[in-house]
């Protein structure tokens, strides 16, 4: 379980990016974090595993206050947190074999990773990964030969060979057309429900958080404005986080949308 205690994070401006946030996220449940541009989203997530040090505040991953750790005990740590970045964060001359199995880097060491020795165990975990994606038959390839979705799904494998408690998800489909941003959120929350995964999404696209997971919290300049299920966010509730907007328009659009995806199956 992953737990935030009053999480602040101000920068040297003096802008607060977070405040107080105080979250819970048990084993197995996805959560989908929105708000506006600015409102603290990638600064929470970034705050989690310390990419960003926190100003004040603990962050719990089970019995573990990851906010209280040396340098070398936060590296171990981190490998129970995988992180899926918008821009997939790829080694485009290494093949699409290599970028999955540098997940295990925390694990290997760096010249082991570096002259290609990883364990057979791993390259097997590497290769039913990429299977469970539909990647399998291009393990081969070189990254930069890939489209965006396929890029993604490299990414998602790179997180789970970690084998990690928690996945972090930084905007997973800002870069991807609509069919495969719905098909890329289905399968991580597919494979966090085969896994009994936490995970944390950080997404723009309302709708398509609405879709598909369990939990929303939305943010609005750095503070915690709503924590509930999706079909929770009124058009009151988007108008707190967001502003104001015909909202009407968009809870129909899903209401829409699913049910297109039923008739579909």
Sequence with gaps: MLRL?????TYKTGDQALKAVELEVPEGQVLALIGPSGAGKS???RCINRLVEPTSGKVYLGDTELTGLSSGSLRKERRRMGMIFQEYALVERLSVMENVLSGRLGYVGFW?????????SDVDEAFRLLDRVG???MADKRADELSGGQRQRVGICRALIQDPALLLVDEPTASLDPKTSRQIMRLICELCKERELAAIINIHDVALAQMFVQRVVGLRLGAMVYDGPPDGLSPDKLTEIYGEEDWEATIEKVDDEELETEAAE
Excluded: C, E, G, N
Aim: positive net charge.
């Design 5 to 9: 205690d009053r999480l602040v994070k």
């Design 43 to 45: 600064t929470l997530i």
């Design 112 to 120: 082991r990773s570096f002259l290609r020795r990883y364990p057979q």
């Design 135 to 137: 990647l399998a038959h």
